[in-house]
Each structure stands twice: as structure tokens, then as C-alpha cells.
């Protein structure tokens, strides 16, 4: 999941199966962790967020996974689907600090 | 897009123009954003507010101002001195420190 210049990773997968898409994040102190879809010109939409307390969390067909040791973040989707054709990208924060850093994001093409 | 609302949804620039991005939110959050999307890269923090009347410099604000004189309202003006203004800018609210962002549609400025 990180930028390659103007051109964003792919992943395209059939309908029906399981994504993954990954993030190496930057900054090891950082304790918080989100997750957006960016529709091509729409803003970000949030889609699940994890605490550094814990390694995993689950939502609506989606799971994000947590690895502190190696800095690695994972969306997981289960049963994709076409209106999950989109960029994603995660975002990641120190406690009490306002500043979020963005990765480029990964764009997801579900081909049906 | 979730209580946030930004206009135009397109807007041109002619050279030595200023232009304003208006940003305005009902959920009653204190903190708010501005970022510029370039493709693919991720967002950069462009200004940022957590209390009416006080804002801060993000990471790249030069050739940028804004203004926080209501809770709602978090304006964005690019100036004529930002030389490369053609971008994708999105605005976000926080309720609380630590918690996630929530964006708006974005306006696309582009250069005549």
C-alpha cells in the first residue's frame, strides 16, 4: 500500500472473494490507526479504526489487523463486492497529537 | 458527506487571483482541517483549527490562509503566491482529540 509516485498500487480481485489490502505505517510511538474509502472524487469515508491496545478489531465484513513489531497495518474485506471499488488508504496519529499522516493508499478493482 | 459541506465542487483560478474554499460543518466539532490531494500521494495538512479564533500551520502552508471566526465555518484561501495550486482539497472535522476525521466531498481547484 504505499506510493509508488502518481501511479497507486493495484489489487484487483473477482467478486466474492476476500481482499486484503496492506499498509506499512511510519512512525513506531503511533497508537492510533484508521481506515478510509476514497470513491474517484468523493472525500474519504471512514470504514474501521484500531487502537495500538489491541491487534485486531472487527466490523461489517471488514478486520483490520495490527502488527506493532513490524509497523503493519491490514484491511481485510470479506466477500468483496463492486461498490468496493475504490482507493484505500490508512491513516495513523500519536495520542493527543493533531496531526494524522496519510499513506498514498491502494486502489481496489472488484471485477465482476 | 457527513455533516460537512464544502463548495464549490469545482472552482478555477486565473494567475494572481485569490481564491476561497468555503468548509462549513453542523456536528458541532470543535477541531478542523484542511488537506491538498495530489494524485496518487497522500493527504498533506495544509492548516489546521481546534477552537474557534486560533488555527495552526500544517505542513505545507504557505501560499495558504484561512480563518476560524465560527465553529462551523473553517474558510481556505490560496493566494496568488501558492505557484501550484491544482489539487484535489478536502476538509475534515474532529469531535475530539484521538478520534477519527470526518470529510467533506472536497473541491477540485484547477489553474486557468
Known amino acids: 500500500g504505499e506510493s509508488v509516485g502518481l501511479h497507486l498500487p493495484t489489487l484487483s480481485v473477482q467478486e466474492g472473494d476476500n481482499s486484503i489490502i496492506n499498509c506499512a505505517y511510519s512512525?513506531?510511538?503511533?497508537?492510533?490507526f484508521i481506515w478510509y474509502k476514497q470513491e474517484s472524487g468523493k472525500g474519504p469515508q471512514f470504514i474501521i479504526d484500531i487502537r495500538s491496545n489491541m491487534d485486531k478489531r472487527q466490523g461489517q465484513r471488514v478486520t483490520v489487523l495490527l502488527n506493532k513489531t513490524v509497523k503493519h497495518l491490514s484491511l481485510q474485506i470479506a466477500a468483496t463486492q463492486p461498490g468496493d471499488s475504490a482507493v484505500y488508504f490508512c491513516?495513523?496519529?500519536?495520542?493527543?497529537?493533531?496531526?494524522?499522516?496519510f499513506g498514498s493508499g491502494t486502489k481496489l478493482n472488484v471485477k465482476p | 458527506d457527513g455533516g460537512i459541506t464544502q463548495s464549490p465542487k469545482y472552482l478555477f483560478r486565473k494567475e494572481g487571483q485569490n481564491v476561497t474554499l468555503s468548509c462549513e460543518q453542523n456536528l458541532n466539532h470543535d477541531a478542523m482541517y484542511w488537506y491538498r490531494q495530489d494524485p496518487g500521494q497522500g493527504l498533506r495538512l495544509i492548516y489546521y483549527s481546534q477552537i474557534v479564533n486560533d488555527f495552526q500551520k500544517g505542513d505545507i502552508a504557505e501560499g495558504y490562509s484561512v480563518s476560524r471566526e465560527k465553529k462551523e465555518s473553517f474558510p481556505l484561501t490560496v493566494t496568488s503566491a501558492q505557484k501550484n495550486p491544482t489539487a484535489f482539497y478536502l476538509c475534515a472535522s474532529q469531535g475530539t482529540t484521538n478520534e477519527k476525521l470526518f470529510f467533506g466531498s472536497g473541491t477540485q481547484l484547477s489553474v486557468l
Open positions: 512512525n513506531s510511538a503511533s497508537d492510533y
Open positions: 491513516a495513523e496519529t500519536l495520542y493527543n497529537f493533531n496531526k494524522f499522516y
